[in-house]
């Protein structure tokens, strides 16, 4: 059972369009909600965050979308570059048993094309 | 400069032998914490730590074990147990595992082919 679900396996965009990348959850305890970016043979590098009492933090070109009563959120790049091809992955933490635990989607393969 | 080392990078093994991936970290975090990637598959968990000579078992435990002796290191043993070891392998750390808004950082990954 995947409670954290990123249902695009793929995405193009051209260069200085808008990137908008998209994860869906089921379980309504979550916290906090994370993207990471990864490269090939790389680890993934932390991007942006929300908390689940908010509805959008942004940090430069990325944008970090909460829809909680749809249990959706997305991440929204603009412009988008081509270094910005990457996979991305959205995870979830949960507070389960005193600790915290981090869910991961399946990630959503980004390219941008120059 | 602070970070995640994993090593080897790149391992190959015979069906039937243990092989264990190192992780040390020197960013001075409390948890630790070992994922398996498989294509098309998102970041499953394997175990956690929180402190020393403790750690949980995540989703996939099985066919592995791991000690928590230093808290810089957190190595993990493939097993001849597991089914399928043939995997990408990240180690991340956290500041505090009961902290839902920390960030885990992630090693560069151990790339575990099964001959």
């Known amino acids: 059972d995947q409670q954290v679900k990123q249902n695009s396996p793929s995405l193009s965009v051209q260069e200085g369009r808008i990137s908008i990348l998209n994860c869906d959850y089921t379980?309504?305890?979550?916290?906090?909600f994370l993207w990471y970016k990864k490269y090939p043979a790389e680890g993934p590098t932390f991007l942006i965050s929300i908390s689940s009492i908010k509805d959008k933090n942004e940090d430069g070109r990325f944008t970090v979308f909460l829809n909680k009563s749809a249990k959706h959120l997305s991440l929204h790049i603009v412009p988008s570059q081509p270094g910005d091809s990457a996979v991305y992955f959205c995870a979830a933490s949960q507070l389960a048993s005193g600790t915290y635990k981090y869910i991961f989607g399946t990630g959503t393969r980004l390219k941008v094309l120059a | 400069d602070g970070g995640i080392t994993q090593s080897p990078k790149y391992l190959f093994r015979k069906e039937g032998q243990n092989v264990t991936l190192s992780c040390e970290q020197n960013?001075?975090?409390?948890?630790m914490y070992w994922y398996r990637q498989d294509p098309g598959q998102g970041l499953r968990l394997i175990y956690y730590?929180?402190?020393?000579?403790?750690?949980q078992k995540g989703d996939i435990a099985e066919g592995y074990s791991v000690s928590r002796e230093k808290k810089e290191s957190f190595p993990l043993t493939v097993t001849s147990a597991q089914k399928n070891p043939t995997a990408f392998y990240l180690c991340a750390s956290s500041i505090d595992l009961a902290a839902g808004a920390n960030v885990l950082t992630f090693g560069a990954g151990s790339r575990l082919t099964v001959l």
């Open positions: 730590s929180q402190i020393v000579n403790d750690f």
């Open positions: 379980n309504s305890m979550f916290d906090y």
């Open positions: 960013l001075n975090h409390d948890a």
